[in-house]
């Protein structure tokens, strides 16, 4: 098969990593990749939501398989002229892709299939917003337990979570009247704050047949102990303590199946990776949000784990056989992932640092380093963005995972680079406060 993979970050570099393992690939391209993906494939010099120029590339090139790593080309329609032109698109059409592009049209498919998730309301312009609040929570200032999200893709700058009236009120304020999130910010959603352990528990479908994948973490704040703002995602491990297999059937039976039925009830089949962020609250796992394609950094952790072809369950799920595959075969072994940043991620950050110890790192057992922000220039691996590396390892468990995780990790250097210190932490104080 002769496949592109659509993407530059380290999830693409785990997908080209896992596809390039497949006996029946022929050649892969990545577009436009980074300095990994140029490991395992060809990097092609297109954007990927250069919709037009990655038809064309696919065209000349006899592409069999597009696989589609990011929201934006989903969301602007990829899959679906690729689909007119005949050309194989693992990932959602356009109208399924609104599920992540629009808080909105998430919250009203919840609501249609009766799917556990934050009380919420919506609404077009700000005034009504804060009048809204304040008839809520007349008089209680400090204590305003509410999350304003801006309705289109911010790179995930649009959720804002709130303890006061005052943050509530200001968020309304950047979203309503500053425009600070241009079109994206309006209309906006006002819902309930939850409180519990945040898991991504993601799943692939055909619209019919849904495979769920081992549920994994995220460390989305930027420092230890989850301190500090919110970033793509500072590492991952899966599979998570916090999911047994009792949950993780509850979380297909209540939350997977009820959307995806009603997605293909509403002429809008999904087809591809559904991203159930959920919180476990004390009464059951509710949906933060939905994502339509894989989570990164959730990606790297959960395809090292994976022993099947990759290509195979891809391809089924876009001819709509899934339940013709086996199942796939997991590693029995968790796996974790550090991701490695530019001195001032997730604010303004420095770029064009050289990495050195790529090749030390990728000499510790189990260890896979993932490109995220990396290009080459002048023979030497440069920085090029805010997250720069995913230091991903297997281990026997997950404390042998962390440990090789950061023996990788301390092989690499550039200037100003730095990780959290913690990642997987809070699964092993979940296990001691449970046994
Ligand atoms: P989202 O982009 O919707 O996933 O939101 C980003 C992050 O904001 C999530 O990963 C949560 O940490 C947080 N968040 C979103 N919605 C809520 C909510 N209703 N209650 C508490 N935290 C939330
Ligand atoms: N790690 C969170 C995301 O991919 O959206």
């Given at each position: 098969?002769?496949?592109?993979?659509?993407?530059?970050?380290?999830?693409?570099?785990?997908?080209?990593?896992?596809?390039?393992q497949?006996?029946?690939?022929?050649?892969?391209?990545?577009?436009?990749?980074?300095?990994?993906?140029?490991?395992?494939?060809?990097?092609?010099?297109?954007?990927?939501?250069?919709?037009?120029?990655?038809?064309?590339?696919?065209?000349?090139?006899?592409?069999?398989?597009?696989?589609?790593?990011?929201?934006?080309?989903?969301?602007?329609?990829?899959?679906?002229?690729?689909?007119k032109?005949?050309?194989?698109a693992?990932?959602?059409?356009?109208?399924?892709?609104?599920?992540?592009?629009?808080?909105?049209?998430?919250?009203?498919?919840?609501?249609?299939a009766?799917?556990?998730?934050?009380?919420?309301?919506?609404f077009?312009?700000?005034?009504?917003a804060?009048?809204?609040v304040?008839?809520?929570?007349?008089?209680?200032?400090?204590?305003t337990?509410?999350?304003?999200?801006?309705?289109?893709?911010?790179?995930?700058?649009?959720?804002?979570?709130?303890?006061r009236?005052?943050?509530?009120?200001?968020a309304?304020?950047r979203?309503?009247?500053?425009?600070?999130?241009?079109?994206a910010?309006?209309p906006?959603?006002?819902?309930?704050?939850?409180?519990?352990?945040?898991?991504?528990?993601?799943?692939?479908?055909?619209?019919?047949?849904?495979l769920?994948?081992?549920?994994?973490?995220?460390h989305?704040?930027?420092?230890?102990?989850?301190?500090?703002?919110n970033?793509?995602?500072?590492?991952?491990?899966?599979?998570?303590?916090?999911?047994?297999?009792?949950?993780?059937?509850t979380?297909?039976?209540?939350?997977?199946?009820?959307s995806?039925?009603?997605?293909?009830?509403?002429?809008?089949?999904?087809?591809?990776?559904?991203?159930?962020?959920?919180?476990?609250?004390?009464t059951?796992?509710k949906?933060?949000?939905?994502?339509?394609?894989?989570?990164?950094?959730?990606?790297q952790p959960?395809?090292?784990?994976?022993?099947?072809?990759?290509?195979?369950?891809?391809?089924?799920t876009?001819?709509?056989?899934?339940?013709?595959?086996?199942?796939?075969?997991?590693?029995p072994r968790p796996?974790?992932?550090?991701?490695?940043?530019?001195?001032?991620?997730?604010?303004?950050?420095?770029?064009?640092?050289?990495?050195?110890?790529?090749?030390?790192?990728?000499n510790?057992?189990?260890?896979?380093?993932?490109?995220?922000?990396?290009?080459?220039?002048?023979?030497?691996?440069?920085?090029?963005?805010?997250?720069?590396?995913?230091?991903?390892?297997?281990?026997?468990?997950l404390?042998?995972?962390?440990?090789?995780?950061?023996k990788?990790?301390?092989?690499?250097?550039?200037?100003?680079?730095?990780?959290r210190?913690?990642?997987?932490d809070?699964a092993?104080?979940?296990?001691?406060?449970?046994?």
């Open positions: 098969m002769r496949v592109l993979v659509v993407g530059n970050g380290g999830r693409e570099h785990a997908l080209a990593w896992k596809i390039s497949s006996p029946r690939l022929k050649r892969l391209w990545i577009a436009p990749g980074n300095a990994g993906t140029a490991l395992e494939g060809e990097n092609v010099d297109i954007a990927s939501d250069d919709i037009a120029g990655i038809v064309a590339f696919c065209k000349k090139e006899s592409v069999d398989l597009v696989v589609v790593g990011p929201e934006l080309p989903l969301s602007l329609g990829l899959v679906d002229v690729l689909a032109e005949k050309i194989k693992f990932g959602p059409s356009r109208a399924a892709a609104q599920l992540e592009a629009s808080k909105v049209t998430c919250k009203l498919l919840l609501r249609q009766d799917v556990p998730t934050a009380e919420y309301q919506s077009r312009d700000a005034d009504s804060m009048r809204y304040k008839a809520r929570y007349p008089g209680e200032r400090d204590k337990p509410l999350v304003v999200k801006a309705d289109g893709l911010a790179s995930g700058k649009g959720v804002i979570v709130c303890s009236r005052e943050q509530v009120l200001d309304i304020d979203m309503g009247r500053k425009n600070e999130f241009g079109k910010g309006l906006m959603v006002i819902e309930e704050r939850l409180e519990g352990q945040e898991v991504s528990v993601l799943a692939i479908t055909d619209g019919r047949t849904i769920p994948l081992p549920a994994a973490q995220d989305k704040a930027a420092y230890d102990g989850d301190q500090g703002p970033t793509g995602g500072m590492g991952a491990y899966s599979p998570t303590p916090v999911i047994d297999e009792e949950l993780l059937a979380v297909e039976d209540k939350i997977l199946i009820p995806i039925h009603t997605m293909k009830r509403n002429r809008k089949p999904f087809r591809g990776v559904l991203y159930a962020g959920l919180m476990l609250t004390p059951g796992p949906v933060l949000e939905y994502n339509v394609r894989f989570g990164d950094p959730e990606c959960i395809l090292m784990r994976l022993k099947s072809d990759l290509l195979d369950i891809l391809e089924a876009v001819d709509g056989r899934l339940d013709e595959i086996d199942t796939p075969i997991w590693d796996s974790i992932c550090v991701v490695m940043a530019s001195a001032g991620y997730p604010g303004e950050y420095t770029v064009g640092e050289e990495i050195t110890g790529l090749e030390a790192a990728a510790v057992p189990d260890v896979k380093v993932f490109h995220a922000g990396t290009s080459r220039k002048d023979g030497k691996v440069v920085t090029t963005g805010g997250r720069v590396l995913g230091v991903t390892a297997l281990g026997e468990s404390a042998n995972a962390k440990l090789n995780a950061y990788g990790v301390q092989a690499i250097r550039w200037p100003g680079a730095w990780c210190k913690d990642i997987s809070k092993s104080a979940f296990v001691r406060s449970n046994s």
